[in-house]
């Protein structure tokens, strides 16, 4: 690799060669750093150094073939790529809504590790945005039907990163059959990966299993406040609701479901939890309107001057008509079974349609079909 180098500066002048240098220098400290090349930054610093295309293939391949820190870091990307879509595809779907998070958090974090592992190498094999664009599609949980990859789409690549590679391929669309009895053994291995959303999704769902097996004790020492009063909850059975909890129940509703990680821990320290028994009226008709409820448990009647005209059950919201139109009550929500609720005050929810537009859309057509409806 050394030659190499110097084969390609040998013949230049010194000006050159100092720039071709810095260039490398550069390069290597900026990938084994940060992963990622910014691509106005890249751009700017070929233009400032004189460096063609074919001087910067060069010079990624020395750093690439040559630099065992930055090939350590690429394969250990893929590493924890391969390893969560296999536990991902162990985890027995049992239809709680711990599960389902923590389903959910995997795959965000995945498709993060996927997104800097082919950020990093497009920087490093230029000239193959085709073949990258089909793996960023491939390698993501965001894909919507099975690709098959034939290997020849990365065969430009090393043959160790093209094998580790198809092992997540395969992992993702090859599923082994997932056991249901192996939910909590998975649970608590994933409290030992590296990765703070996963190791919180997995306390939340560690509450749905009896054991003793738990170790919180570095989870304890976190600077996060929110999860030290998680892992508290965990070992010492308090009922209290975590703020992470309350994203658990969050995620499951559509309204919400396109959040990312961050942005449902924002949301759901604007919430509260309310409970309320069988029968009891969480809204009465022509009273002020002050809150948004999002059913997380339980089913609702929908009572219009006296008349019943819809049942709401989990994951379905209220109270947003009066709240947008400025108005009173326009129905009465009657508790059918003994009923949970997050609920958001007015300037809450105000924020949140401000801040998320996909969330605004969302409630509007949902305000559109029941106006529709009320008045029918």
Known sequence: MISMFKNLVSSENDAKKYHLQ???EMLEVALVKDYELNPNFLKSIQEEFNISEREHEIIMQIITESNDKLNVNILEIIKK?????????QIFDDFTVEIAFLQSVIEEEFNKYSK????????????????????????????NDIISLNTKVYQFMSPTLTNALQEVHN???????SVQDRNLELVLELLNFENEPINIASLVAIKNYETTQIDVARFLSSANEDLVQLATNVTTSNETINVYEKMAFLKIVPLFKSLEFKE???????????TYKKNDSVLVQGERAENLYIITSGDVEVVKNSLKINELSSGD???EIAIVAKTKRTATINALTNLSVLVFSEDSFNTLIEKYPKISVQIMKEMTKRLLQNNS
């Open 81 to 89: 790529m391969d390893y969560l879509s296999k536990i991902h595809n």
């Open 171 to 177: 992992a993702l669309y090859y599923p082994v059959e």
């Open 264 to 274: 449902l821990y924002s949301v759901a320290l604007k919430s509260k939890m309310e």
């Open 317 to 319: 919201f209220f109270g």
């Open 116 to 143: 800097t592992l082919f950020n990093l190498l497009e920087n490093i094999y230029i000239n193959h945005e085709t073949e990258f664009k089909v793996c960023k599609e491939v390698f993501s949980y965001e894909k």
């Open 22 to 24: 810095s260039y490398h």
